[in-house]
T-cell receptor
Framework: GAGVSQSPSNKVTEKGKDVELRCDPI?????LYWYRQSLGQGLEFLIY????????KSGLPSDRFSAERTGGSVSTLTIQRTQQEDSAVYLC?????????????FGPGTRLTVL | DAKTTQPTSMDCAEGRAANLPCNHS???????VYWYRQIHSQGPQYIIH???NNETNEMASLIITEDRKSSTLILPHATLRDTAVYYC????????????FGQGTTLQVKP
C-alpha cells in the first residue's frame, strides 16, 4: 500500500520567507510525527500528533515553527521568517496508534535550503 | 539526549553476519529497544524492537542481555544494500512513541 508521502521533495527559499511543508500519513494511522535532520546531525524530534489530543510541541526549536493536522490526516509544518540554520531535511512519520511499542513509518523527507 | 551508546562505525564483509552492539545501561523496566536504519538520502526504516526477550523477523535478530543493559542487532547475511546508519533507540517512558535518535553506527558492507 501507499507509504508516507511528503511534498515538496526539495524547497529552496530566501531568508525571511515563510515555507509550508506537507505530510500525508498512511491511511488509518492516528499518530503523526515531524523530525528534522541537519547536515551531519542526527534526527531531532519536533512535534507529535495523536488523534484529537493536544499535540506534543516540546521539540519545536522556536515560535517560528508551527504545525497543524487537519481532519486527523494531512499535516502541514510551517516555518515563518526562515533562517539559514533552518536548512535541513524535514521528515514526517506516522504510526498506527502512537503507543510506545508502535512502529513508525517515515516519509522520504523534504530538503529545505534557506539561502 | 539519547539514552544509548553505539560505535561510530563498523565494517562487514558481504555475506557475513553483521553484529551491531548498543549499550543502554540506564534503561527502565517499561522501555523498549528499537532499531531503525537510514540508507543514504532516504527516511529511516524500522528494523525490529524488543522489550525483554530476543526477537527475530525477516530482516534481523535482536539479542537483549538478561539485565537489559545492552543489546546486539544481527544481520545474518549482510549485503551491499545493508550499508546504512543504524540507530539503537530506547523509548517507552514518554508514552508518546516519539523517538530520540543518537548518532548511530555507520555500517559499511564491503564486497
Amino acid at each position: 500500500g501507499a507509504g508516507v508521502s511528503q511534498s515538496p521533495s526539495n524547497k529552496v527559499t530566501e531568508k525571511g520567507k515563510d515555507v509550508e511543508l506537507r505530510c500525508d500519513p498512511i491511511s488509518g494511522h492516528t499518530a503523526l510525527y515531524w523530525y528534522r535532520q541537519s547536515l551531519g546531525q542526527g534526527l531531532e524530534f519536533l512535534i507529535y500528533f495523536q488523534g484529537n489530543s493536544a499535540p506534543d510541541k516540546s521539540g519545536l526549536p522556536s515560535d517560528r515553527f508551527s504545525a497543524e493536522r487537519t481532519g486527523g490526516s494531512v499535516s502541514t509544518l510551517t516555518i515563518q521568517r526562515t533562517q539559514q540554520e533552518d536548512s535541513a531535511v524535514y521528515l514526517c512519520a506516522s504510526s498506527p496508534d502512537g503507543s510506545e511499542a508502535d512502529t513508525q513509518y517515515f516519509g522520504p523527507g523534504t530538503r529545505l535550503t534557506v539561502l | 539526549d539519547a539514552k544509548t551508546t553505539q560505535p561510530t562505525s563498523m565494517d562487514c564483509a558481504e555475506g557475513r553476519a553483521a553484529n551491531l552492539p548498543c549499550n543502554h545501561s540506564t534503561i527502565s523496566g517499561n522501555e523498549y529497544v528499537y532499531w531503525y536504519r537510514q540508507i543514504h538520502s532516504q527516511g529511516p526504516q524500522y528494523i525490529i524492537h524488543g522489550l525483554k526477550n530476543n526477537e527475530t523477523n525477516e530482516m534481523a535478530s535482536l539479542i537483549i542481555t538478561e539485565d537489559r543493559k545492552s543489546s546486539t542487532l544481527i544481520l545474518p547475511h549482510a549485503t551491499l544494500r545493508d550499508t546504512a546508519v543504524y540507530y539503537c533507540i530506547v523509548e517507552g517512558s514518554s508514552n508518546t512513541g516519539k523517538l530520540i535518535f543518537g548518532q548511530g553506527t555507520t555500517l559499511q558492507v564491503k564486497p
